[in-house]
């Protein structure tokens, strides 16, 4: 029996499962049907090979590129919270700490759900590289050189990641009810023009699940005694993240220069926290305040914010700037951080801001925190 | 303050190539290519697929669309005159970028005539992406990758040779 064309295409391309691939080559070298066409194929293969080909690529070189671009995205602090809702599953124990600190009571949504928290208000928590170094210190005096976040509880993100569509700005209508809510865009202040297209993307649901039994072992191991209520385990807690909003200024320059002078803001709702029926949220945040490894300064810190249940706790290191704002009668938090670039000084800042229960986050390069500002006010 | 995670730098050896290539065949602008391939990874970062997606077919899927969107979007067409790539300090005379230049209007010419699914399979594999990422970025069974191919290859051929 011959093989059609596909197959000894796969076949060619080293896609075939082992037992087919003896069949195939014992075949060919009787049929001279097949192997004409396997040349035929071959022929066509380099053929194409060298028609699509394009001028090579220094890799290194990329990668120095990104890297520059990634840092650049990211040392903006709000980017660490998009992060907090892209990353929570790599960031397990980031999440759970910071999640579960941050927890407070408004309705019953489900059945079996007693809490919704919503998450209003920003506090910066500073964070030095000595408190990292501390905990990493504290984990290896205990033995416990590597912790697989795996067997600490379960976390499950539900909705669709890549699919962020895009709308024109004339369309906020359509924006608004492809979101679900109502929001507010700055206005072109001082050259910043808003980019044409919007982003707008699907929102997503974090779920997770604490072993309990491991975790407090793992507290008991560094001798603390505050333990999660046994009652936690195996129960679902989750974060709701609704769907975003994305708008990008032009850069004040009109160019691609190494200085880049613009702005991004996201648009989402205050994120949610429901908290499983029968769950003591003040005993959790006891236990997570109280874990042994958490360095003292951060803990007095986080041990410190008054509306715990409503407060994100946005961690910053403790070379930005941090002040609070209101803005047109709305709380709101700035962050900024200088650093030397190549040639310029250069300036990132950030700023955060809950106006009626939607969040807005500006990202800001080589935009003074008062320039932010001035933006953020300028939203109708 | 952030570090990025070794396997990142992982994924980028073994993407990056495969996603430039693929890219700068859909769009025919080699700089641009390298832009849209950097905002691929930057999307991989900020908006990671979910654990279990198969990252090879995640990524072509991004690139297929940023590059298609760059496509339709093409207002940028007055910066894309004849844009010449860093040939690193080897001296290209303009004969030979000409000539060249002719050639990939030519592919892109012969590409952009092409059904578009059997396009996007001949370039993913060309750009070095396996059957089952082909499969996942273009939503066809893995089983009939290897027709497809064979499919695209004639066409793209035949096109190819009725092009002047």
């Known amino acids: ?380 | 303050m952030f570090k990025i995670p070794d396997s990142f730098k992982d994924i980028f050896e073994k993407y990056y190539g495969k996603i430039y290539h693929q890219i700068a065949l859909i769009i025919n602008d080699e700089d641009k290519a390298q832009d849209i391939a950097q905002e691929v990874f930057i999307k991989l970062i900020k908006n990671p697929p979910h654990n279990d997606e198969n990252i090879g077919g995640w990524l072509s899927k991004v690139a297929i669309n940023r590059a298609l969107n760059f496509i339709r979007s093409e207002k940028n067409l007055k910066s894309r005159e004849l844009k010449v790539s860093q040939f690193n300090g080897d001296f290209v005379s303009p004969e030979d970028i000409a000539i060249e230049k002719i050639e990939v209007d030519k592919v892109r010419k012969v590409l952009s005539k092409m059904d578009r699914r059997d396009m996007l399979c001949l370039v993913l594999k060309h750009s070095g992406y396996n059957y089952e990422e082909i499969s996942i970025s273009l939503g066809i069974k893995k089983s009939s990758v290897g027709t497809t191919i064979v499919r695209a290859h004639k066409k793209f051929k035949e096109l190819y040779e009725k092009e002047v």
């Not at chain 1, 416990?144 to 976040?149: F, P």
């Not at chain 1, 910043?192 to 507290?219: A, H, M, P």
């Not at chain 1, 989402?268 to 769950?279: F, L």
């Open chain 1, 1 to 380: 029996m011959c093989f059609d064309e596909g197959t000894l295409q796969s076949y060619l391309d080293g896609e075939i499962d082992e037992s087919l691939k003896e069949q195939i080559k014992k075949h060919l070298d009787t049929c001279e049907k097949c192997s004409v066409k396997l040349n035929e194929l071959k022929n066509l293969n380099s053929f194409l090979d060298k028609a699509l080909k394009t001028s090579s690529i220094d890799l290194n070189e990329a990668w120095q590129n990104l890297s520059k671009k990634i840092n650049k995205e990211e040392r903006g602090v709000f980017n660490m919270f998009r992060k907090y809702k892209k990353y929570i599953a790599a960031a397990a124990a980031a999440a759970v700490i910071t999640a579960s600190i941050a927890l407070p009571p408004v309705q019953k949504a489900e059945a079996e759900i007693l809490s919704l928290f919503r998450l209003n208000n920003f506090k910066a928590v500073t964070i030095t590289p000595d408190d990292l170094q501390d905990i990493k210190n504290k984990f290896y005096q205990a033995g416990n050189k590597e912790i697989d976040l795996k067997q600490y509880g379960d976390i499950k993100v539900i909705g669709d990641y890549g699919s962020s569509k895009e709308i024109s700005k004339n369309n906020l209508d359509k924006i608004k009810s492809y979101v679900g809510y109502n929001f507010k865009i700055p206005q072109d202040v001082d050259n910043f023009k808003l980019r044409d297209n919007i982003y707008v993307e699907k929102g997503q649901t974090v779920e997770f699940k604490l072993n309990v039994d491991k975790i407090n072992n793992l507290i008991k191991t560094f001798g603390g005694n505050k333990l999660l209520p046994e009652n936690l385990n195996e129960k679902t807690f989750k974060i709701i993240l609704g769907n975003s909003v994305h708008i990008s200024s032009t850069d004040k320059n009109e160019s691609d220069s190494q200085k880049n002078i613009s702005y991004g803001l996201d648009i989402m709702k205050t994120p949610e926290i429901i908290v499983p029926d029968g769950v003591d949220i003040e005993k959790v945040r006891d236990a997570v305040i109280n874990m042994p490894f958490i360095p003292d300064d951060i803990r007095n810190q986080i041990a410190s914010i008054k509306d715990w249940k409503t407060t994100i706790p946005f961690p910053v290191s403790d070379t930005d700037d941090i002040k609070d704002v209101t803005i047109n009668g709305s709380k709101g938090i700035v962050i900024s951080k200088k650093f030397q670039g190549s040639d310029i000084l250069e300036v990132y800042s950030n700023l955060a801001l809950n106006d009626h229960g939607v969040i807005y986050l500006f990202s800001g390069n080589n935009i003074s925190p008062d320039e932010l500002i001035k933006i953020a006010e300028s939203m109708r």
